[in-house]
């Protein structure tokens, strides 16, 4: 019970003599802190509060607009006419006082203010125009409009230095489209898929719906879409991530890796001390809101922030018919496993966030802790890894009072969670393919019951020192995430460093608490509920095909050198690939984001199309190389433009979903809603891009980049294919499946890829140089295969 006397301010003994009182000054010191902090973050998030309000001005611009005034009316002139002599006849102090100058000056003040107000209110909806206008995004480069010219106007309406949430206000409002746009583009998009049989009867649903229940339904969507900011974006959230019952491990979590090639210090306890400490340190500009908004690369179009409101401090909570996310406002801790014991590792002490060495130093206390875990606390996180339902049962039952409940307390309250891991990990040098497979599954189900799945994110450190993270989907999309590791890695290398030694820099504070090791009391029945959970979860991580490509022939500096975009490339390849695996094309999911647009998340690019699907038979077939060229552009073309209908809020799927949300709503049937939604994508893909280039040295350090991340199988059948370009000349790929299947295999899918990007750039090459270039790549190609 040591902790908790520790965590205990004052205690009293009543005696005979009467009451004995003794004070803990170190406790009261740490909660004096505390209350200073809490109280330093609330001045901050007001002021932020203040200065986002009135963004694209500033709060110093109203005394300008005040001296503004005050110097006109100095020159006997009214710029108000007449205003501020109203205001001042109704100030309820006149005749009060003989001080007329003294009401002069407060009306002219006050006019002043109503003034400033509504230059910001004019500059706020100028602005909210300007960032609905998206036509730009379709016209060619180099052909501008003239409503495109204007629009650039957008510039000088964003402000200078805004904060994190300074655009929120100004976003607009994701658009409803029309129902009749939405079933043409879906009708369009899979006819590649049906024949003509299955074609006519899907269009004769498709009228039928669109002519009678649709239009009902659209009705009630637009009243949403007038009361809620984002008609999308809380039943996407609920709908399709918080009620879903099956495990969110592999089937929702996703992975990012580290370095690929390298690795900052081989000892575990540093890499976690300088990366723990990096996590704060973005949380403490999250706070501030220092962190730059995020925007369209290579514009000023601001992307919605909102989901960087959940990073820290959250868990999603298990419930038996839905899950709930829950939001602390703060956390000085994170939850800490290692070799089946849960700690508590405090990360400030008297007020300041610990140094990346003493965090070292506590987290090295850990690991050479020798107590063993407690009865049936080894495997307890393999609770979080199984179906909701049994968490949910089991959370209630075994974990709603007492030692259980507090100690469950400490890790979902925890800004994080972390894992240190006893295996090693990376690229090895004897077998690097294998390395990298193994790799990719450790991230993204480790053991299944050593990571807590439910955290909106948790850190894993591998014995050699090589890190990942796993992140919960629910709360906010990939990206989110892939931009707190950016800042970590990057704060981790080439900011914060390392000794000679490969322990962190600075001194150790050796009056550091000890870490504090949660206890429980794990019954025989939670144990047993225990190791069924850990049964289903073993067996779907064990049904996990994983394989991890670094294609590094060439890269989009060589894509780009065709006139093609790297990412409709990668897009065909899939589309050939999956063609030339299976002679057949499938249901093609590729997610694209709607930040654009206020608390926007993703939609769907529907990349399989008669274009892309035109240009891989011609292929094939064995058509002539001019025309494959011209199918393939006109394939290529054809997916930039859905990409663009996606980010501008005419997508399809988000808009069927949310028809079919109102439908059930309403106890309605709908055949077309019903075969739509269940319609399986058999290739999920997503491309994973580096947000914040300028934080890396590409040029003189290629090899400091992380290796992307990837995420589980969408359908029992298909593959989930996740790829990001690492600067100019490395492509990589994370390919997933599932062994239970046998028409599937990562690897061989993997070969495909290969051959298929190589396959492409010879037909795209401008010259023979570079088409000779491809061919010498072959005979490496053949001998990996």
């Not at 070799?339 to 405090?346: I, P, V």
């Not at 994080?416 to 891991?421: E, H, I, R, S």
């Amino acid at each position: 019970m040591a902790e908790a006397h520790q965590a205990v301010a004052f205690q009293f003994t009543v005696t005979p003599e009467g009451i004995d009182l003794r004070l803990s000054h170190q406790a009261l010191s740490e909660i004096y802190l505390s209350g200073v902090r809490s109280w330093k973050k609330r001045i901050i998030r007001i002021k932020n509060s203040v200065i986002t309000g009135v963004y694209p001005a500033s709060p110093s611009s109203w005394l300008f607009v005040v001296i503004a005034i005050l110097a006109t009316m100095y020159t006997r002139s009214d710029p108000s006419m007449g205003i501020i002599a109203k205001i001042q006849e109704h100030l309820p102090v006149r005749g009060c006082s003989p001080h007329v100058h003294t009401y002069g000056l407060v009306s002219a003040v006050l006019f002043s203010t109503m003034l400033w107000l509504l230059l910001i209110f004019t500059m706020r909806l100028c602005l909210k125009q300007l960032l609905s206008y998206h036509r730009w995004m379709f016209e060619q480069h180099g052909k501008m409009s003239t409503t495109t010219k204007i629009w650039a106007l957008v510039r000088i309406f964003s402000g200078r230095k805004p904060l994190l949430y300074s655009y929120q206000g100004s976003l607009p409002n994701l658009p409803v489209p029309a129902i009749k746009d939405t079933v043409k583009r879906y009708l369009e998009s899979v006819r590649p898929l049906m024949n003509d049989g299955e074609y006519e009867r899907m269009t004769k649903l498709a009228t039928e719906f669109e002519s009678s229940l649709g239009n009902r339904l659209q009705w009630y969507l637009k009243l949403k879409a007038l009361w809620a900011s984002n008609y999308v974006s809380d039943w996407w959230e609920e709908y399709v991530y918080l009620r879903g019952r099956s495990p969110i491990m592999v089937n929702s979590n996703y992975y990012g890796m580290d370095f690929l090639y390298v690795t900052p210090t081989p000892i575990q306890a540093a890499r976690a001390g300088n990366s723990i400490h990096a996590f704060f340190l973005y949380r403490r500009k999250l706070n501030k809101e220092e962190i730059k908004p995020s925007r369209i690369p290579g514009t000023v179009i601001p992307l919605c922030a909102a989901q960087c409101e959940r990073i820290f401090n959250t868990t999603r909570i298990p419930g038996e018919e839905t899950d709930t996310v829950q939001h602390w406002k703060d956390s000085d801790y994170v939850a800490v496993y290692h070799k089946g014991r849960y700690f508590r590792l405090k990360v400030y002490q008297a007020g300041r966030l610990l140094s990346p060495r003493e965090i070292e130093f506590q987290i090295q206390r850990i690991l050479d802790d020798p107590a063993p875990p407690s009865k049936g606390e080894a495997k307890l996180g393999a609770l979080t890894a199984a179906d909701r339902v049994s968490w949910a049962e089991a959370r209630v039952k075994y974990f709603s009072s007492g030692i259980n409940k507090r100690s469950l307390d400490v890790i979902e309250r925890a800004a994080f969670f972390v894992t240190l891991d006893d295996e090693e990990q990376g690229t090895m040098r004897d077998d690097q393919p294998a390395s990298l497979d193994n790799y990719a599954k450790s991230l993204l189900h480790g053991k299944c019951y050593d990571r807590w799945f439910d955290k909106s994110f948790s850190v894993i450190y591998y014995k050699n020192g090589k890190s990942g993270i796993n992140g919960e989907h629910s709360w906010a999309d990939a990206p989110v995430v892939a931009h707190v590791w950016e800042y970590v890695l990057a704060t981790d290398s080439f900011q914060l460093g390392y000794n000679e030694e490969g322990h962190c820099k600075g001194e150790v504070d050796a009056s550091l608490p000890q870490p504090q090791k949660l206890n429980w009391e794990i019954s025989p029945e939670c144990e047993e509920q225990i190791s069924r959970s850990l049964a289903v979860a073993q067996a779907l991580a064990d049904d996990v095909d994983f394989h991890v490509l670094s294609f590094r022939d060439f890269g989009k500096g060589q894509i780009k050198k065709c006139k093609v975009s790297p990412d409709a490339f990668i897009q065909m390849t899939l589309q050939l690939a999956y063609y030339r695996e299976r002679g057949t094309f499938c249901l093609t999911y590729e997610a694209s984001m709607t930040r654009l647009f206020r608390e926007g998340r993703t939609e769907t690019v529907r990349s399989c199309t008669n274009e892309s699907s035109a240009f891989v038979r011609a292929l094939e077939n064995g058509e002539p190389a001019d025309v494959c060229r011209r199918l393939f552009r006109g394939a290529s073309e054809k997916h930039q433009q859905l990409y663009r209908m996606a980010m501008t809020g005419a997508g399809i799927d988000r808009h069927l979903f949310c028809l079919y949300v109102v439908s059930k709503y309403l106890g309605l049937e709908s055949p077309f809603l019903k075969e739509v939604l269940a319609e399986p994508w058999r290739l999920s893909t997503s491309q994973t891009s580096i947000q914040q280039v300028e934080l890396f040295d590409l040029a003189n350090h290629p090899e400091y980049i992380s290796c992307g991340g990837g995420f589980g199988p969408v359908a029992d059948d298909g593959y989930g294919v996740s790829y990001n370009f690492i600067g100019e000349n490395v492509i990589n790929f994370h390919i997933s499946c599932k062994h239970s299947c046998p028409s599937t295999d990562a690897h061989k899918f993997g070969d495909q890829i290969r051959k298929a990007v190589n396959d492409l750039l010879q037909l795209l090459s401008p010259n023979q140089k570079e088409s000779n270039k491809t061919e010498e790549s072959q005979p490496k190609v053949k001998k990996e295969q």
